[in-house]
């Protein structure tokens, strides 16, 4: 996930931009740069990796009296981690950092292109200051060069801009990625995309809202709205504990990162759907070839998404797959073919089983790939392909917007594969990317969904066990489901195909046995139906998630209408963190680090 830092005064610039960077690591990021204007000079420099490279770098690099500097960590999304990809990008005479996405910069570089403009970078970023550079030819102000930018620009941003011909100012824009600018009394500007770095520099901020654009100075903050009408800045005063800052408002990592699933989604799918076909610069079609079967082999909430991944990729790209726990694949002395494609997934890419795996595969000769969250991790080095899922940092223990980025990149795959192999028609294909354009809005957090299950969770307190049923592809995400609720609430849970229930365990049901029921209307709702109905006749307890009523339930959670099941499963996964969440919060847990438990497993 990207940061934004700005800094205009007379303290050490360099210094004020490169700690304010830091105080946005724990947000992820692959690369970050500055850039600088003073005494009509810029200096800007930029380095792949950690901010120890950047710091490298700048060591030479002075900061003396006033200067006005903007800089950016950048977790890639348009174009690989490079130098010439990391922020500020420059024009001819300014410089500009940039979080969110120009929905409309292939058409906007087209244009530019054809004026003679020449881009250094693949990023959607870098139209924005060629732009502002063509737009300042034909103002009479550089504000109104920028308010003219700003109006062209499709899609999520916050922006901030600096051009030589104005060296005491610094331009900003705000629409759908957050920022805020800090004052203190020396005449000095501070901007962030979240408080953490204005934390022991100022006590008095404004949070821009979207629309805001305008410029800063010295002595003034100028702010405009969408319309153009100049507003009052409205500043409020700064809390000063980092932790609380960093968890932006929510009570915990993982109730953010639930939270966040929307965006990161929406980055996960960036630039990889075409109207047609699914994209992925990153692999070479070649990599099916001569393949007949997929093994997908990954531990804990990796696993579940990978079983996900079973189901479509059979029902999709009709290709033959198979499941294995890491764990129990190195030790089992398995049969490896080489018509067999060895896929490992891995939020972090080091768990040390899943690690283990892919050198066995590689060892066997098996083609190779990795669906990972981290980039340059050790089984990114290690696969013949990866595919990165662009979660951003994950802080919660228990795992969430991983898993959620996972299964979308995995229906991409299935969708992918089938084009390759002609296994789906072109309107079903058609049909299946307009779906995935819309699993934003799905995992969004309404507010009165989460306060329902707040309230919800009271009930959810005691009881010998809980069981999470569904069918086919709901069977991982009940498996999930469970395993984010034992994670984080200590309490006895399972994950069953609600098929399986009589075959022994129904023998548990009583007042005190609590089953949740995944119900999708669109996949097999009658057969999961009659699985419920048979608890229910037992007495156990139970919660139903779906979008049509059931009357057999003791609590309903209703999830928006969805016109696919891939749709309700996203719907569904969110409702299960959340109540997962809530009970653990009831019971007093430390969410983000249950006991026992590590974010990175690199231990067998
Ligand atoms: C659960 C969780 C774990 C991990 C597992 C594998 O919330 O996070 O089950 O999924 O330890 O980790 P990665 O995905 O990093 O290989």
Redesign the pocket.
């Known amino acids: 996930m990207c940061g934004i830092v700005g800094y205009l005064g007379k303290k050490n610039t360099k210094q004020i931009l490169l700690d304010g960077l830091k105080e946005l690591e724990y947000r992820g990021y692959d690369s970050a740069g500055i850039a600088v204007l003073q005494n009509g000079n810029f200096s800007n420099y930029k380095a792949v990796g950690k901010l120890i490279n950047l710091e490298e770098k700048t060591k030479d690099f002075i900061t003396e009296g006033f200067a006005i500097g903007i800089g950016h960590t950048r977790w890639a999304t348009h174009g690989k981690p490079t130098e010439l990809n990391a922020h500020p990008h420059l024009g001819e005479f300014s410089y500009v950092v940039h979080n969110g996405i120009i929905e409309n910069y292939a058409e906007l570089k087209k244009e530019l292109q054809s004026s003679g403009v020449t881009f250094l970078s693949q990023t959607d970023t870098e139209v924005i200051v060629h732009l502002f550079e063509k737009n300042q030819k034909n103002s009479t102000n550089s504000l109104e060069a920028f308010a003219r930018t700003i109006k062209e620009l499709h899609g999520a941003y916050a922006i901030l801009l600096v051009t030589k011909s104005e060296s005491d100012t610094i331009f900003f824009a705000k629409h759908g990625s957050p920022m805020l600018v800090g004052i203190n009394g020396e005449d000095e500007k501070y901007f962030a995309s979240s408080d953490t770095p204005l934390i022991g520099h100022c006590q008095n901020v404004n949070y821009f809202e979207d629309g805001d654009y305008g410029y800063v100075t010295p002595k003034t903050v100028a702010i405009y709205d969408k319309n153009g009408v100049k507003k009052e800045a409205k500043f409020t005063s700064l809390s000063q504990n980092k932790l609380s800052a960093q968890k932006e408002g929510y009570r915990f990592f993982m109730e953010k990162e639930i939270y966040e699933q929307s965006v990161v989604i929406s980055d996960t799918l960036m630039g990889r759907l075409s109207d047609k076909e699914i994209i992925f610069d990153e692999l070479d079609a070649t990599l099916f070839d001569g393949i007949n079967e997929i093994k997908l082999c990954?531990?804990?909430?990796?696993?579940?998404a990978a079983m996900s991944a079973s189901y479509l990729f059979e029902r999709y790209s009709k290709i033959r797959t198979s499941l294995e726990i890491a764990s129990e694949f190195r030790y089992r002395e398995p049969i490896m073919s080489k018509d067999t494609l060895f896929v490992v997934?891995?939020?972090?890419?080091?768990?040390a089983d899943?690690l283990e795996t892919l050198k066995m595969a590689k060892a066997a000769g098996l083609k190779t790939l990795v669906i990972c969250?981290v980039d340059n991790s050790s089984m990114v080095r290690l696969a013949d392909a990866t595919i990165l899922t662009r979660a951003g940092i994950e802080k919660g223990?228990?795992?969430?917007k991983?898993?959620a980025t996972q299964v979308t990149v995995f229906w991409m795959l299935s969708l992918y594969i089938a084009k390759l192999k002609n296994s789906l028609g072109e309107s079903q294909l058609a049909k299946h990317i307009s779906l995935l354009r819309e699993i934003p809005s799905h995992v969004k957090v309404k507010d009165d969904m989460h306060e329902r299950i707040k309230r919800l969770s009271k009930r959810y307190l005691h009881g010998h066990g809980f069981f999470f049923i569904g069918r086919d592809i709901f069977y991982p995400l009940a498996l999930e489901g469970a395993?984010?609720l034992k994670?984080i609430s200590y309490m006895h849970a399972e994950g069953y195909p609600a098929g399986e229930m009589k075959h022994g365990p129904i023998a548990l049901a009583d007042p005190e046995l609590f089953t949740i029921a995944l119900l999708p209307k669109h996949l097999h709702y009658e057969k999961t139906k009659s699985n419920v109905e048979e608890l229910s006749a037992r007495d156990s307890t139970i919660c139903a998630i779906s979008q049509i009523p059931f009357d057999k339930a003791d609590d309903f959670i209703e999830i928006s209408p969805c016109s696919d099941y891939m749709l309700e499963f996203f719907e569904m996964m969110t409702v299960v963190q959340l109540l997962s969440l809530e009970i653990s919060i009831r019971l007093g847990n430390d969410v983000d680090m249950p006991r026992n438990?590590a974010?990175?497993?690199t231990v067998e």
Do not use: D, P
Request: glycine share 6%.
């Open positions: 990954a531990c804990g909430t990796s696993y579940h997934i891995s939020q972090s890419g080091e768990t899943t969250n223990v228990a795992s969430t991983a898993f395993l984010k994670e438990l974010k990175s497993v």
